[in-house]
Structures are given as C-alpha cells and as structure tokens.
T-cell receptor, first 114, second 112 residues
Framework: GNSVTQMEGPVTLSEEAFLTINCTYT??????LFWYVQYPGEGLQLLLK?????DKGSNKGFEATYRKETTSFHLEKGSVQVSDSAVYFC?????????????FGGGTRLMVKP | DVKVTQSSRYLVKRTGEKVFLECVQD?????MFWYRQDPGLGLRLIYF???????EKGDIPEGYSVSREKKERFSLILESASTNQTSMYLC???????????FGDGTRLSIL
C-alpha cells in the first residue's frame, strides 16, 4: 500500500535559519505530492504541490522537488520566520485510488524562535 | 478560492447524544472527506464520498455514519457519542484524482 514518512519533530530553529523537512513516500503508481501547513487552531492549508517527476512546487518561499529516483519530496525554505511556526504535513494522491484519497505523513511541528 | 465551511468551530456534547457535524463546499467538488486528528496519531480518514448518495468507509468508520444528499454538503453523524470520540474533526473536498484536497477550519468536539 501507499505510505508517507516524515521526519519527526519538533524542529526548532532560530529566525532566518535554513529549513529542511524530509519526506519520503511509497506508492504503487505515479502519485501527486503535496505539502500542507496547519497553523494552531486551524485546518490544513495547501502549501505547494507537484504532479510529476522533477516538478518543483513553490509558495511563500517554500520549495519542494518531486524526486522519483529517491521517492522523496523534501520541504525547504531558505530563511524561516516566526510566523512559519506550524505543523507541516506531506501527502500523496495515488491516481489508482478511487475518490482521490490522500495518504498523509505524521506531520512535523516547526517552532521558530526570534 | 475554494471555501469549505464547517458548521461549528467548537462543540460540547454529552455521551449517548446523537451528534451532527456539517460541512459545505462551494466549488462543485465531486469528492468530500471526513478526518479526525488526534495528538500522536495524525490524520485518520473516517469516511469519504465521491458522489451524491455515495459513501465509502475510511480507516476508522466505527461509531460514525455519513450523509450526502446534496453535492455541496457532507454530514458526519455520531450515532451515540462516546468520550473516545473527543477529537478535532476536519472536513475536506477535492475535484478529481491528483488534485489537492481543500480543508475546512475544523470542529473541536468534546464529549463529556
């Protein structure tokens, strides 16, 4: 079956530090990949996506590249801000699954200190 | 922008009550989903629906049912609420396979 593995948190960084959150996946087909962000007390928001190998998704200074050879979709940001403190979820959508179900990773909490 | 609206942000109910959580989306999406989110357990899919009056069990359907009488509305029903159903409930919708799901703000449900 499909699975998504994320690095466990919390990840604690100082403001302006470089961020990497690792995500690897297992899927039977050629999935679409997503990063979602959840701020305290809120639902999940789509942060970025990539639908095929070598695609790079980007938004709000965050980037992730779909690497089929390493089955990875690591999230990066060059300079984090306190406002980036949130929980980040990696997810995949397998085109062979009916109903467009997502498989989520366990989430990684990011804490950015001033 | 897609809007997924959950009827309540916070809800407190008593054990044994029948509880309805409502979700409405405004983008004519085919697929709708109900998840619960618990610390240390991540997001778990309860039920989903890919068309009106159609429903499929997710990973943890026990103790829940759903209703989708109209395309834009997907209701989660706790037939007889229990304390172990205290959780954050998230509704989502999506258009087609490969497209992202869009989430509501969540309902934090407490069963006393």
């Amino acid at each position: 079956g499909n699975s998504v593995t994320q690095m466990e948190g919390p990840v604690t960084l100082s403001e302006e530090a470089f961020l990497t959150i690792n995500c690897t996946y297992t899927a039977t087909g050629y999935p679409s990949l997503f990063w979602y962000v959840q701020y305290p007390g809120e639902g999940l928001q789509l942060l970025l996506k990539a639908t095929k190998a070598d695609d790079k998704g980007s938004n709000k200074g965050f980037e992730a590249t779909y690497r089929k050879e390493t089955t990875s979709f690591h999230l990066e940001k060059g300079s984090v801000q306190v406002s980036d403190s949130a929980v980040y979820f990696c997810a995949l959508s397998d085109p062979y699954n009916a109903g467009n179900m997502l498989t989520f990773g366990g989430g990684t909490r990011l804490m950015v200190k001033p | 922008d897609v809007k997924v609206t959950q009827s309540s942000r916070y809800l407190v109910k008593r054990t044994g009550e029948k509880v309805f959580l409502e979700c409405v989306q405004d983008m004519d999406h085919e697929n709708m989903f109900w998840y619960r989110q618990d610390p240390g357990l991540g997001l778990r899919l309860i039920y989903f629906s890919y068309d009106v009056k159609m429903k499929e069990k997710g990973d943890i359907p026990e103790g829940y049912s759903v209703s989708r009488e109209k395309k834009e509305r997907f209701s989660l029903i706790l037939e007889s609420a229990s304390t172990n159903q205290t959780s954050m409930y998230l509704c989502a919708s999506s258009f087609e396979t490969g497209q992202p799901q869009h989430f509501g703000d969540g309902t934090r449900l407490s069963i006393l």
